[in-house]
């Protein structure tokens, strides 16, 4: 039997305006090498200057994650060729991350918990971007000098699931805290994942592989499956130590296998040194006073919405687990409606009608509108089969409610008169069957519900039409 030992390392885009040591915007998606200046394009002379607004969002992350915030810190040069990187060097912290020895809770589908600790979260500069065009490459350096927010795990994690869940908690928390868009299809959100194995009860670690830039959730978890089962053949035929050996590797989704890209480094071949063109970041303690200040995190959000609203904690971790579904639920809920209809209509129905990449942030309904709906059922005006309909209805068309029950003709029938009607001309029609219940035929009853809700099309109140016909048949 084996232990799958795996780490994460995450490179985390800061949302800042500007780019870590100069002034230029650090926006997506602008004509090539438009933001650059002689400091991010690395010409002679030219010096770095730190960008506090960096300092700030590594206080806010080191605070949500209950890590130590050293006050002091220094910048490292890591020297490495790459076209896309002027410099030929990165600005990195090696000897001391801004933020150290802090943890994450993730929550695992068996409704146990685990707590996985970060080593560290160090601040460095991104590189440029290489474009390869068929014959030629070219260098884009817009994303020179965009600051980095790189977040180590401990090697913690003992499954793909574990590691999904502390990448989607991770990713949670850095948008609640607003400090990363962390949108993973345009790489705000890069994962690099170490993976070793070892005879289960066996202390020692073995030669880790890296997997690196898996762009989503699903491809991680398929990569470590993979990754997995290829160290576990290995060592079960013997040729373990010639096949697996420390690299480099990268994901193929097509052909579901991971394959080498490069032998690993050692810290050695980056020729680290402190870097002589920048002072040491301080963190004052004003600083650390005001940017410890952050909004409520989705663990605290979750056991809140548990004791104020009575949902239980699986159904808590669904809705907090981005705070844009949070928010919506909230909005659900100052309607005035009950929690677990909310819960059903945001977490069951809502999505089981998106298409195309639809999500709660693109839902063409909004919280207002579910929730109207869902009053329209604790009101009795529609069943819930109908407000399946007009769900399906306004998720095409954007119209009021209320119009949209009058116009499918959907509204329930609860006036005790008409569906007293209806029952005594479906009780005159069957007189046979009233003779038979009558004589303990009971069975008989769902045949009269039956009857009248037919009659009525599905609009009467089926609570009114039992109660109606158990008055009639006594
Ligand atoms: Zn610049
Ligand atoms: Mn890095």
């Known amino acids: 039997?084996?232990?799958?030992?795996?780490?994460?390392?995450?490179?985390?885009?800061?949302?800042?305006?500007?780019?870590?040591?100069?002034?230029?915007?650090?926006?997506?998606?602008h004509r090539q090498n438009t933001n650059t200046c002689p400091t991010c394009l690395a010409l002679p002379g030219a010096l770095p200057v730190l960008n506090e607004e960096v300092l700030h969002k590594s206080i806010q992350f080191g605070t949500a994650i209950e890590a130590t915030i050293?006050?002091?810190?220094?910048?490292?040069?890591?020297?490495?060729?790459?076209?896309?990187?002027?410099?030929?060097?990165?600005?990195?912290?090696?000897?001391?991350?801004?933020?150290?020895?802090?943890?994450?809770?993730?929550?695992?589908?068996?409704?146990?918990?685990?707590?996985?600790?970060?080593?560290?979260?160090?601040?460095e500069a991104d590189a440029g971007k290489s474009i390869h065009d068929g014959e030629i490459s070219k260098v884009d350096?817009?994303?020179?000098?965009?600051?980095?927010?790189?977040?180590?795990?401990?090697?913690?994690?003992r499954n793909a699931e574990e590691a999904v869940q502390y990448l989607k908690k991770l990713h949670s928390i850095v948008r609640y805290i607003d400090i990363s868009d962390a949108n993973m299809q345009e790489g705000s959100f890069r994962v690099d994942v170490n993976v070793s194995i070892r005879p289960k009860g066996d202390e020692k670690l073995y030669t880790r592989v890296e997997i690196k830039n898996i762009n989503?959730?699903?491809?991680?978890?398929?990569?470590?499956?993979?990754?997995?089962?290829?160290?576990?053949?290995?060592?079960?035929?013997?040729?373990?130590?010639?096949?697996?050996?420390?690299?480099?590797?990268l994901y193929d989704a097509n052909r579901n296998e991971t394959r080498s890209m490069r032998g690993k480094e050692e810290a050695a071949d980056y020729r680290y040194f402190p870097e002589p063109d920048?002072?040491?970041?301080?963190?004052?303690?004003?600083?650390?006073?005001?940017?410890?200040?952050?909004?409520?995190?989705?663990?605290?959000?979750?056991?809140?919405?548990?004791?104020?609203?009575?949902?239980?904690?699986?159904?808590?971790?669904?809705?907090?687990?981005?705070?844009?579904?949070?928010?919506f639920f909230e909005d659900m809920m100052e309607e005035g409606i009950s929690a677990k209809n909310a819960v059903t209509w945001l977490t069951v129905e809502?999505?089981?009608?998106?298409?195309?990449?639809?999500?709660?942030?693109?839902?063409?309904?909004?919280?207002?509108?579910?929730?109207?709906?869902?009053?329209?059922?604790?009101?009795?005006?529609i069943s819930g089969k109908a407000a399946k309909e007009v769900l399906d209805y306004i998720m095409q068309n954007d119209e009021d409610i209320d119009t949209v029950i009058e116009k499918l003709g959907l509204k329930q029938v609860s006036d005790t008169g008409a569906i007293e009607a209806m029952v005594d001309e479906i009780l005159s029609k069957n007189q046979d069957k009233v003779e038979e219940y009558k004589?303990?035929?009971?069975?008989?009853?769902?045949?009269?519900?039956?009857?009248?809700?037919?009659?009525?099309?599905?609009?009467?109140?089926?609570?009114a039409v039992n109660e109606i016909l158990k008055q009639k048949l006594s």
């Not at 220094?74 to 933020?99: C, E, G, H, M």
């Not at 994450?104 to 996985?116: A, M, P, Q, W």
């Open 350 to 381: 809502l999505p089981a009608r998106f298409s195309g990449g639809m999500d709660i942030t693109t839902s063409p309904v909004d919280a207002k509108k579910l929730a109207t709906l869902v009053k329209r059922i604790e009101d009795k005006t």
């Open 216 to 249: 989503s959730f699903r491809f991680i978890q398929k990569a470590i499956e993979v990754e997995v089962s290829r160290q576990i053949e290995a060592w079960e035929d013997g040729t373990y130590d010639e096949e697996i050996i420390q690299e480099t590797r």
């Open 70 to 123: 050293n006050q002091v810190s220094y910048f490292d040069r890591k020297s490495y060729f790459y076209p896309d990187s002027p410099s030929a060097y990165q600005i990195t912290q090696l000897y001391t991350p801004v933020v150290e020895h802090g943890k994450l809770r993730i929550d695992l589908e068996d409704g146990s918990h685990k707590i996985v600790r970060i080593n560290r979260a160090h601040i």
């Open 278 to 327: 920048l002072k040491k970041a301080v963190i004052t303690n004003e600083m650390l006073k005001t940017y410890s200040q952050i909004p409520e995190l989705p663990d605290q959000k979750a056991k809140r919405f548990v004791e104020e609203f009575g949902i239980n904690e699986y159904n808590a971790s669904v809705i907090t687990s981005t705070k844009e579904t949070a928010k």
């Open 1 to 29: 039997m084996f232990e799958t030992i795996i780490g994460l390392e995450v490179h985390v885009q800061l949302n800042t305006k500007t780019k870590l040591f100069c002034s230029c915007p650090t926006s997506f998606n």
């Open 439 to 463: 004589n303990g035929k009971e069975k008989l009853f769902g045949f009269f519900v039956g009857q009248v809700m037919k009659a009525s099309k599905g609009s009467a109140n089926p609570q």
């Open 141 to 157: 350096l817009n994303r020179a000098g965009t600051p980095l927010l790189e977040i180590v795990s401990e090697p913690d994690m």
